[in-house]
């Protein structure tokens, strides 16, 4: 698991923490919303504080916005995609029909991490 805490603008969201846990059934999820939604509108699960809590049937629960130019105050700002297995972040790789033209290779992912760990240097 990682988290980080957030620095957004906007005040109401200014405490928010960004916790980073593996989830096998995240692209079921992501195809999921974009068949009912489409690939360009954006939905959040909510995780309530325990006083608002319904856990009757083991569901799943995703709020969508269904608006395509809308974007929430919080989560990436650009697309990065690979299939490539580096340290213990593990990804499985894309069936050959569904590949992304910009998925990136291990060169092009390590060379992405260079990058980021001399800007942050």
């Not at 130019?69 to 340290?87: H, K, M, S, W």
Request: charged share 30%; glycine share 4%; aromatic share 10%.
């Amino acid at each position: 698991m990682h988290i980080c805490r957030s620095n957004i603008d906007r005040e109401q969201w200014s405490k928010s923490i960004h916790q980073n846990v593996a989830l096998a059934a995240f692209d079921l999820f992501v195809r999921i919303k974009d068949e009912l939604v489409g690939p360009e509108c954006e939905g959040v699960e909510l995780f309530p504080a325990r006083s608002r809590e319904v856990d009757t049937a083991n569901h799943y629960h995703l709020w969508t916005i269904d608006d395509p130019a809308f974007r929430f105050p919080f989560g990436f700002t650009r697309r990065l995609v690979t299939e490539v297995t580096i340290g213990d972040a593990r990804q499985e790789p894309w069936p050959a029909n569904e590949r992304p033209a910009d998925c990136l290779s291990e060169e092009e992912m390590r060379a992405l991490l260079q990058k980021e760990q001399r800007r942050r240097s």
